[in-house]
């Protein structure tokens, strides 16, 4: 029988009170490439962690609503929101994704490394991402591709979403949306120890037209 899977506030909370900080606080590669090229507007931050695509997107003048299930995370990124002077530019939301969602329509839709071990209807979680897209904007998705070098057995055998796969669940009309990327992509990163690896990205970027 399957054991049913931790409750996805209870497992994130505990995830960030064992340590005081988890991440790098650097926005995520993929975010910086293509919001870059975009006109600037209201953006949508899912699964914001502790604030550093949230931040980052402030920074270059972009409205961001940024959401997490752990109320932790979120203090952690008001904080550092706080401190980079851009805290009036960010609204704070605590949803767990797979029973609620922000309302409203954004001009960017961000979901990066939205993975979970805990509760997750990843796919009922995209497809609302999708919807919140305004016409015109811009829908990005980065997955993990593959475990990174340095991860253990268990991570090398876990099955990770494939691209065919994140297209078929997200159901889009291809009559309302333009498939501007969708494709497996690389880049170096550092490990937890200092080994310089690299790591392997499902990267797509789709443009609600109607």
Do not use: K
């Not at 909370?13 to 926005?27: D, L, P």
């Not at 910086?32 to 502790?50: F, K, P, T």
């Not at 402030?58 to 109320?71: F, I, M, P």
């Amino acid at each position: 029988m399957t054991e049913p899977l931790q409750d996805a506030r209870e497992f994130w909370e505990q995830f960030y009170a064992e340590n005081e900080r988890v991440w790098s606080g650097r926005a995520n590669a993929r975010l910086v490439e293509v919001a870059s090229a975009l006109s600037l507007g209201r953006a949508l931050d899912l699964g914001c962690g502790e604030g550093g695509d949230a931040v980052w997107l402030a920074e270059q003048g972009w409205r961001v609503l940024a959401v997490d299930v752990s109320t932790r995370a979120l203090d952690r990124a008001r904080a550092v929101a706080t401190e980079r002077n851009v805290v009036a530019r960010i609204d704070f939301a605590c949803h767990d994704l797979s029973d609620s969602f922000p309302d409203g329509r954004f001009d960017l839709v961000s979901a990066q490394f939205l993975h979970s071990t805990a509760r997750l209807d990843r796919a009922t979680v995209l497809r609302r991402a999708a919807d919140a897209v305004a016409v015109g904007g811009t829908l990005l998705i980065v997955d993990h591709a593959a475990a990174p070098p340095w991860a253990g057995d268990h991570a090398r055998d876990h099955e990770f979403p494939t691209i065919e796969g994140v297209l078929a669940a997200l159901r889009l009309d291809d009559a309302h949306w333009t498939r501007l990327r969708a494709e497996r992509a690389d880049r170096r990163a550092v490990g937890p120890d200092g080994q310089v690896g690299t790591l392997a990205d499902n990267v797509f970027v789709l443009r609600r037209t109607g």
